[in-house]
């Protein structure tokens, strides 16, 4: 199996990854007039100055308790927050307002839970985290909670894009409007996720703590600060947090995720009503990603398996994983093989969905078993400043809309200055037949390394990879390319490149992977 050591080595210190032309990656010093973070779309987010919650909701309640409450109005008000443990909790600590037989009685029922509750856990140790940390486990953003930029989301149709910042609100950019509106709102905590619903110009949803946000965003509006009237709320019992929303290809319906509930919920958003998508074992459900043709969505669960569902007829395989959880997923452009990876394992892992010409979606055959298409174990380069260690565990995929290029955000080790987080890009082709073929990795300034990473849906001249960086800043770093697609590409447009550095050798034609020879 091949190995990162056929790509070109990292970069020195000082230079930033500023495009791909004629096969190569090409690089600039960081002060240099083609940085990164010269064009219209690039933005700085400095963490100074964000505005974040010196507090809980939960830790600030006690100081505005109503001490003189009835115990019925106490009891209401902690089934309300708490549910059935909260309201025997109350009973239990209210003992000299009830008889004893109900004290004692609440308090044993209230014992027998929490050692139900401690088996369970000891089952799914996840349950035990707190709703923050859940989403940290579960995030495609590497480091989520010290992160500036939390979500990132381009629309499928526009150059507009939403970006989550650390303080929960969430910015829109359009390069063809000088208003960029903030959204805020009382629910809109812990953001997870942000997606753009497709065929339509408005719709934003958002993934919080305890709910799911539909902003509906006027773009002819010229308010900075819509009022949270714009914003459906969607929520369900026991779904919370929520870790990963997904909309259908025809923005019909969007599907949401929880890891503390074993069922992904399937709204009809105009309606506000949900259908509950529930399988036994996986103990919730942490990560979707719904295929571009919507015949499948991948759904991702805290314990050693995956499903994959069928969006006809709304039944799944199911996929054990032998060391870890699924990671993260990505699909090809139609929807016909998914890339994967597992937790714990240095690998990449495709399955392909095999069908004849003619036959529905449904109708798809299943693969058999998942195939090792990249071994991303740690590969040492020889630097200027040292030894250079790149690879080890993957926090996430992002395949660009054409299939043309992949990028795997590699976690790195943030305890060794050596072990850095990177984005690895490979050249990819699916047709005839699945090959892998290596680019080369994307690094920002100085002291930056990747969080999170998106593709531009539509970008004209090839690929266009975004990445949010733990400074708080988001770049764009185009690849130009012929896709293998279209016959010609005009490129007599594209903005004038940098001269290339000279490489050790020619990666260019170094086969990673190919089906023919696997």
């Given amino acids: 199996m091949c190995s990162l050591a056929l790509f070109p080595p990292p970069l020195p210190p000082g230079q930033t990854t500023l495009c791909e032309s004629n096969n190569e990656l090409l690089s600039g010093a960081n002060n240099s007039e083609d940085a990164q973070d010269s064009g219209p779309l690039s933005l700085h987010f400095p ?42 909790n109350e009973i239990t600590t209210s003992h000299a307002e009830v008889p004893k037989w109900l004290s004692v009685t609440s308090g044993c029922i209230l014992a027998l839970l929490r050692w139900v509750s401690s088996f369970h856990g000891s089952l799914y140790p996840h349950v035990t985290l707190s709703s923050e940390d859940m989403i940290a486990e579960f995030s495609q953003v590497l480091n989520w909670p010290d992160c500036v930029v939390r979500a990132f989301a381009w629309h499928p149709h526009t150059d507009k894009f939403a970006v989550a910042l650390l303080d929960d609100s969430i910015k829109i950019y359009n390069p063809k409007s000088a208003i960029s509106p903030t959204l805020k709102h009382r629910l809109q905590r812990n953001v997870a996720a942000v997606q753009w619903k497709p065929l339509c110009a408005s719709a934003l949803a958002v993934a919080c703590q305890n709910c799911v946000l539909v902003w509906n965003v006027d773009p002819c509006s010229l308010s900075t600060r819509p009022s949270s009237g714009c914003a459906q709320v969607l929520s369900h019992p026991g779904h919370s947090p929520v870790t990963s929303i997904a909309w259908s290809p025809s923005g019909s319906l969007l599907v949401s995720a929880s890891p503390l509930d074993t069922a992904m919920m399937v709204w009809d958003v105009a309606a506000e009503s949900c259908v509950p998508l529930q399988r036994v074992g996986g103990g919730g459900v942490t990560f979707l990603s719904w295929s571009p043709d919507g ?43 998914l890339l994967f990876t597992v937790q714990g394992e240095m690998v990449i892992y495709a399955l392909t969905f095999s069908g004849s010409p003619g036959v529905p979606p449904s109708m798809v055959k299943g693969p058999q078993t998942a195939v090792v298409v990249a071994d991303l174990s740690e590969t040492t380069f020889n630097g200027p400043d040292g030894d250079i260690i790149v690879g080890g565990e993957i926090q996430s995929l992002s395949w660009d809309p054409r299939g043309e290029r992949l990028a795997v955000l590699l976690k790195g080790d943030p305890q060794a200055a050596n072990r850095p ?33 998106e593709f531009h849906p539509n970008f004209q001249h090839g690929a266009l990879l975004t990445v949010c960086w733990s400074s708080g800043k988001i770049t764009h770093i185009p690849f130009y390319f012929l896709s293998s697609g279209v016959s010609h590409v005009d490129l007599s447009r594209s903005p004038p490149l940098p001269h290339p550095q000279e490489r050790p050798a020619d990666f260019a034609n170094q086969s990673l992977f190919t089906e023919l020879i696997s």
Avoid: Y
């Fill in 47 to 88: 963490r100074e100055s964000l505005k974040l919650h010196s507090r809980t909701e939960s830790s600030s309640k006690a100081a505005f308790l109503d001490h003189s409450e009835t115990l019925w109005t106490r009891s209401a008000a902690a089934w309300r927050d708490g549910g059935f443990t909260g309201l025997l």
């Fill in 295 to 337: 015949s499948h969505i991948l759904a991702c669960t805290p314990s050693a398996l995956f499903r994959v569902w069928e969006t006809r007829m709304w039944t799944c395989e199911r996929w054990p994983c032998i060391k870890g959880r699924c990671q993260s997923g990505c699909w090809s452009p139609d929807g016909s093989r």
């Fill in 421 to 453: 987080a990177i984005i690895a890009v490979f050249k990819t082709r699916a047709n005839p037949i699945f090959e892998l073929l290596p680019c080369g990795f994307v690094q920002g300034e100085l002291g930056a390394e990747p969080r999170l990473m």
